[in-house]
């Protein structure tokens, strides 16, 4: 069975800080890894998708790193923002399994002015 | 529509009602997902759609738990004489297969 860890649970640091993000999944045998941004009292927002023949993907500020055979994802946010508080989520669409997703219960990330 | 759409967005139900949530998927998109979210937890899977077969039904956690798509677009997931324990987020998401996940706002349902 897939598990999916996120570590920090939570996370608070001063505007302009880069920072690092950790997931961490059992089971390599994957389709995809997506990270998501949920605002509280909403729902998901996608951010960035890596197919598991990838090694990394990048948006903006964002980048996503894959590594499949260790089971790891970082999620890199660079020159953060107080825009940036949410709770950050990761998902492992695995091939046993086929689509459904395991998720981590998140990081919360607090950006302080 | 633009995104995946969900209603109601928050219901309130009296134990032993019976409730029905609905989601309306992005146009097109072919497989559908319903996850539950527990408060400060991530997103279970409960089940999931390809058009208007249900591939995987393995997370709905017991057999008052029904979902159906019976033309291959809205989904609706019914609940049967709710439970406390039933209370949570329902959140909706379609998408290609495998591919990303685009998610609703989520129906809140709190059973009394």
């Known amino acids: 069975k897939q598990e999916v860890t996120q570590i920090p649970a939570a996370l608070s640091v001063p505007e302009g800080e880069n920072l690092v993000l950790n997931c961490s999944f059992t089971?390599?045998?994957?389709?995809?890894l997506q990270w998501f941004r949920q605002d509280p009292g909403k729902g998901l927002t996608s951010l960035l998708l890596?197919?598991?023949?990838?090694r990394e993907q990048t948006s903006g500020r964002l980048n996503a790193s894959l590594d499949k055979s260790s089971g790891r994802s970082t999620l890199y946010i660079a020159a953060s923002q107080p825009g940036d508080s949410a709770t950050y989520l990761c998902?492992?669409?695995?091939?046993?399994?086929?689509?459904?997703?395991?998720f981590g219960d998140g990081t919360t990330l607090t950006v302080k002015p | 529509g633009a995104g995946v759409s969900q209603s109601p967005r928050y219901k309130v139900a009296k134990r032993g009602q019976d409730v029905a949530l609905r989601c309306d998927p992005i146009?097109?998109?072919?497989?559908l997902f319903w996850y539950q979210q527990a408060l400060g937890q991530g997103p279970e899977f409960l089940t999931y759609?390809?058009?208007?077969?249900?591939?995987?039904k393995s997370g709905l956690p017991s057999d008052r738990f029904f979902a159906e798509r019976p033309e291959g677009s809205v989904s609706t997931l019914k609940i049967q004489r709710t439970q406390q324990e039933d209370s949570a987020v329902y959140l909706c998401?379609?998408?290609?297969?495998?591919?990303?996940?685009?998610f609703g706002e989520g129906s809140r349902l709190t059973v009394l």
């Open positions: 089971d390599s045998a994957i389709y995809n």
């Open positions: 890596i197919q598991s023949s990838q």
């Open positions: 759609f390809q058009n208007e077969a249900q591939l995987d």
């Open positions: 998401a379609s998408g290609e297969f495998p591919g990303e996940l685009f």
């Open positions: 146009s097109g998109h072919v497989s």
């Open positions: 998902a492992v669409e695995g091939q046993v399994a086929a689509g459904k997703s395991t």
